[in-house]
């Protein structure tokens, strides 16, 4: 099976430049429907799912081959080749976000430019670093995440949307959690809130665009900073958007970020 069977990879768009767009954790290729249209007159559209997510064929799935987002980043590098694309623009959300940066480090040459949409590259607190959250609250997570993900979901989706004034846009994102493999996702989330990519940031040599929302509970505006500060030449963008998915929740305020950013 080719990587584009397996990840479900759907191409569109009138332009010549590919814009690769990486869901984040428990979503799928459907998340990106507000942002995409904006730029398909001008652009390749690049959209996949990740493999236990959406519409992804799990048949080859193992935790010993998805052990590390490094798996996954292998998954995007497969996408390009298959497609054989050239100066990607790639667009990665929350884990993909350092998905998109451990794909650029491999293979340089492959990427123009990354916009990396609410980017952690370490959720845990670690001596001066402040990732978020404390070891006891990952562990916490995780736990709770492990031993009932249908309640985690319902509970956690719409805190991490934000927006609580309205309300449909986390009972979306909790029905993409539950939608999701659970197996899959639990592994998932394992890998996610365990990693550390810090050291990875000062090996970026792809131009690059921090996309921060207000209030983000899951990547706060000091971990955006950070991702900043370490990865040379970034640009960094403070958004009037709350929450960790202005893919969804502010569609417009990100179609013009990433359209300021290109056009620079």
């Given at each position: 099976?080719?990587?584009?069977?397996?990840?479900?990879?759907?191409v569109?768009?009138?332009?010549?430049?590919?814009?690769?767009?990486a869901?984040?954790?428990?979503?799928?290729?459907?998340?990106?429907?507000?942002i995409?249209p904006?730029?398909?007159?001008?652009y390749?559209?690049?959209?996949?799912?990740?493999?236990?997510?959406?519409?992804?064929?799990?048949?080859?799935?193992?935790?010993?081959?998805?052990?590390?987002?490094?798996?996954?980043a292998?998954?995007?590098?497969?996408?390009?080749e298959e497609?054989n694309?050239?100066?990607?623009?790639?667009?990665?959300?929350?884990?993909?976000?350092?998905?998109?940066?451990?794909?650029?480090?491999?293979?340089?040459?492959?990427?123009?430019?990354?916009?990396?949409i609410?980017?952690?590259?370490c959720?845990?607190?670690?001596?001066?670093y402040?990732?978020?959250?404390?070891?006891?609250?990952?562990?916490?997570?995780?736990?709770?995440?492990?031993?009932?993900?249908?309640?985690?979901a319902?509970?956690?989706?719409?805190?991490?949307?934000?927006?609580?004034?309205?309300?449909?846009l986390?009972?979306?994102?909790?029905?993409?959690?539950?939608?999701?493999?659970?197996?899959?996702?639990?592994?998932?989330?394992?890998?996610?809130?365990?990693?550390?990519?810090?050291?990875?940031?000062?090996k970026?040599?792809?131009?690059?665009m921090?996309l921060?929302?207000?209030?983000?509970?899951?990547?706060?505006?000091?971990?955006?900073?950070?991702?900043h500060?370490h990865?040379?030449?970034?640009?960094?963008?403070?958004m009037?958007a709350?929450?960790?998915?202005?893919?969804?929740s502010?569609?417009?305020?990100?179609?013009?970020?990433?359209?300021?950013?290109?056009?620079?």
């Amino acid at each position: 099976m080719t990587a584009t069977e397996k990840l479900n990879v759907k191409v569109s768009g009138q332009g010549k430049q590919p814009m690769l767009f990486a869901h984040g954790y428990g979503c799928d290729q459907k998340m990106w429907r507000y942002i995409t249209p904006a730029f398909e007159n001008d652009y390749q559209i690049i959209l996949f799912d990740h493999v236990g997510f959406g519409n992804s064929d799990v048949s080859d799935y193992s935790i010993s081959k998805y052990n590390s987002l490094e798996a996954y980043a292998n998954d995007v590098l497969a996408i390009i080749e298959e497609l054989n694309l050239q100066d990607v623009i790639f667009v990665g959300h929350s884990v993909s976000a350092m998905i998109g940066v451990l794909a650029s480090n491999k293979q340089p040459e492959r990427f123009a430019k990354l916009v990396l949409i609410g980017p952690s590259p370490c959720y845990v607190n670690d001596e001066d670093y402040i990732g978020g959250f404390t070891e006891e609250n990952i562990n916490g997570l995780i736990s709770t995440l492990e031993s009932d993900y249908l309640t985690w979901a319902n509970t956690m989706a719409p805190v991490i949307m934000g927006n609580p004034d309205r309300p449909e846009l986390g009972q979306e994102l909790a029905d993409s959690f539950c939608s999701s493999n659970i197996e899959v996702a639990k592994d998932f989330a394992r890998i996610t809130f365990l990693s550390d990519n810090r050291h990875d940031l000062d090996k970026v040599t792809t131009d690059t665009m921090i996309l921060q929302c207000a209030d983000d509970v899951i990547a706060p505006e000091v971990v955006g900073r950070y991702v900043h500060a370490h990865v040379a030449g970034s640009r960094f963008v403070q958004m009037e958007a709350v929450g960790h998915c202005p893919n969804l929740s502010a569609p417009d305020e990100t179609i013009i970020a990433i359209k300021d950013f290109l056009n620079k």
